[in-house]
């Protein structure tokens, strides 16, 4: 059972426009969410979390967006930089703040020149 | 800050024959510890994690185990690998008194021959 899922593997954005990546949910219970980037053959490195109590949360060039009520959040990175190519992993959690967190399958980004 | 360090980087081992992951934390104490397995083309899969020495909970049956002998030192184990244990393993920590982000160690890539 996927309580978390990114439908779209992989997405090509090209430099200087925006990337929207996507991720749904199934447990109502989840109260809080992260994104994370990774590497490969390295470890996911945080970029940005948002609570059940906001509907958005913005960092620099990186703003997550939740909707309760369809279960979905989304990354919106503007403007796409070469050096964001890289695997996203949408993550949730139940158990208060990023504690057993439940990971999507990611979804890998490539901003083309 | 804190930093997660994961030995080995990488592994080759043979069927049946056991293993031993480690990570160690520095730069805090008494953090919440986390091992997850990524198999290939898949998310993030969580393990086992601990709030404390010896208290561990499995989140996943399987023939590995895990084993907290020191406040920041975690171990996976398996007596007997399967080919199905192949895949890349990360440890994470929360800190104490701060939940709102995992952080991960670069992991170690394990395939089983």
């Given at each position: 059972?996927?309580?978390?899922?990114?439908?779209?593997?992989?997405?090509?954005?090209?430099?200087?426009?925006?990337?929207i990546?996507?991720?749904?949910?199934?447990?109502?219970?989840?109260?809080?969410?992260?994104?994370?980037?990774?590497?490969?053959?390295?470890?996911?490195?945080?970029?940005?979390?948002?609570?059940?109590?906001?509907?958005?949360?913005?960092?620099?060039?990186?703003?997550?967006?939740?909707?309760?009520?369809?279960k979905?959040?989304?990354?919106?990175?503007?403007?796409?930089?070469?050096g964001?190519?890289?695997?996203?992993?949408?993550?949730?959690?139940?158990?208060r703040?990023?504690?057993?967190?439940?990971?999507?399958?990611?979804?890998?980004?490539t901003?083309?020149? | 800050?804190?930093?997660i360090?994961?030995?080995?980087?990488?592994l080759?081992?043979?069927?049946?024959?056991?293993?031993?992951?480690?990570?160690?934390?520095?730069?805090?104490?008494?953090?919440?510890?986390?091992?997850?397995?990524?198999?290939?083309?898949?998310?993030?899969?969580?393990?086992?994690y601990?709030?404390?020495?010896?208290q561990i909970?499995?989140?996943?049956?399987?023939?590995?185990?895990a084993?907290?002998?020191?406040?920041?030192?975690?171990?996976?184990?398996?007596?007997?690998?399967?080919?199905?244990?192949?895949?890349?393993?990360?440890?994470a920590?929360?800190l104490?008194?701060?939940?709102?982000?995992?952080?991960?160690?670069?992991?170690t890539?394990?395939t089983?021959?």
């Amino acid at each position: 059972d996927q309580q978390v899922k990114q439908n779209s593997p992989s997405l090509s954005v090209q430099e200087g426009r925006i990337s929207i990546l996507n991720c749904d949910y199934t447990n109502s219970m989840f109260d809080y969410f992260l994104w994370y980037k990774k590497y490969p053959a390295e470890g996911p490195t945080f970029l940005i979390s948002i609570s059940s109590i906001k509907d958005k949360n913005e960092d620099g060039r990186f703003t997550v967006f939740l909707n309760k009520s369809a279960k979905h959040l989304s990354l919106h990175i503007v403007p796409s930089q070469p050096g964001d190519s890289a695997v996203y992993f949408c993550a949730a959690s139940a158990v208060r703040g990023a504690q057993k967190l439940v990971f999507g399958q990611g979804t890998r980004l490539t901003i083309n020149p | 800050s804190q930093t997660i360090h994961q030995w080995p980087a990488t592994l080759v081992q043979p069927v049946g024959s056991p293993l031993s992951l480690e990570c160690t934390v520095e730069g805090t104490s008494n953090p919440n510890l986390y091992w997850y397995r990524q198999a290939a083309g898949r998310g993030l899969q969580l393990l086992f994690y601990s709030v404390g020495i010896g208290q561990i909970s499995s989140e996943v049956p399987q023939n590995l185990s895990a084993s907290r002998p020191q406040d920041r030192q975690f171990i996976l184990s398996s007596k007997k690998l399967l080919l199905s244990d192949s895949g890349f393993y990360l440890c994470a920590c929360t800190l104490a008194g701060n939940t709102d982000t995992q952080y991960f160690g670069p992991g170690t890539r394990l395939t089983v021959l």
